[in-house]
């Protein structure tokens, strides 16, 4: 039996991180949400998940500081969700190690 894809969300709208859990726990993903970006960083680096989808806005570090601190020793994908939709926003997400860049509000067959 092969172990479910494991997901870390970093997301501060607890709403929208629950709906996208949900979602992909029904697709036989295991999830875990945490809300702050300096908890983030603890966490990827303690136990590395598959994927780490992140939102740019977050409260302690943001979300290209996170990508920045945990993608030097991170190889997993990284997949940057957000609703700033400026192309430098994408382009410094990218620069800082996110290896997709996906604009809110996304439709969740997308996401998967």
């Known amino acids: 039996m092969q172990d479910k894809p ?3 969300i970093v997301e501060d709208d ?3 991180a629950s709906l996208t859990r949900d979602y ?3 697709n036989g993903m295991q999830v875990s949400v945490v809300n702050d970006g ?3 960083i603890r966490r990827i680096k303690a136990d590395p998940p598959d994927l780490v989808v992140l939102d740019l806005m ?3 570090a943001d979300g290209l500081s996170v990508c920045r601190q945990v993608r030097p020793g991170f190889t997993n994908p990284i997949l940057m969700l957000t609703a700033r939709t ?3 926003d994408q382009v410094l997400g990218l620069e ?6 996906v604009p809110k509000p996304v439709k969740p067959r ?3």
Request: no cysteine; aromatic share 4%.
């Open 6 to 8: 494991v997901i870390l």
């Open 14 to 16: 607890e709403r929208l």
């Open 24 to 26: 992909l726990e029904s």
């Open 38 to 40: 300096e908890e983030a």
């Open 58 to 60: 977050l409260p302690g």
């Open 86 to 88: 400026d192309d430098m």
């Open 96 to 101: 800082m190690g996110a290896d997709d860049y």
């Open 110 to 112: 997308v996401l998967l």
